[in-house]
Nanobody, 123 residues
Framework: QVQLVESGGGSVQAGGSLRLSCAAS????????MSWFRQTPGKEREWVAV???????LYAESVKGRFTISRDNAKNSVYLQMNSVKPEDTAMYYC?????????????????WGQGTQVTVSS
């Protein structure tokens, strides 16, 4: 059974840090493009960061310089290190896996999704 399971969310004060984890089972992460998305109630799910198997990464402007995506293919996991968090980072965070091709920032480019982990940043 293919699964992505996120963990590491929680409540943190502005300026603090959190590390989100996403563990895959039922398939190998290594060939896939991996992304983190986030969503708040009433808004569209927005792309946050993408990590490729060669180690390269891209970030949304809103998180560039604060968030870092990384992958550990041996552990079949992907991570999102969130530093200097802001109240506007409050959201449900989802990891997603997809093949190369398509636009990395679009939901339709991803085959597998986790159920999400909640991040709440207080001011």
């Amino acid at each position: 059974q293919v699964q992505l399971v996120e963990s590491g969310g929680g409540s943190v004060q502005a300026g603090g840090s959190l590390r989100l984890s996403c563990a895959a089972s039922g398939f190998q992460l290594s060939p896939h493009r991996m992304s983190w998305f986030r969503q708040t109630p009433g808004k569209e799910r927005e792309w946050v960061a993408v990590g490729y198997r060669d180690g390269s990464a891209l970030y949304a402007e809103s998180v560039k310089g604060r968030f870092t995506i990384s992958r550990d293919n041996a552990k079949n996991s992907v991570y999102l290190q969130m530093n200097s968090v802001k109240p506007e980072d409050t959201a449900m965070y989802y990891c997603a896996a997809g093949p190369m091709g398509g636009n990395y920032y679009e939901r339709s480019a991803y085959l597998y999704w986790g159920q999400g982990t909640q991040v709440t940043v207080s001011s």
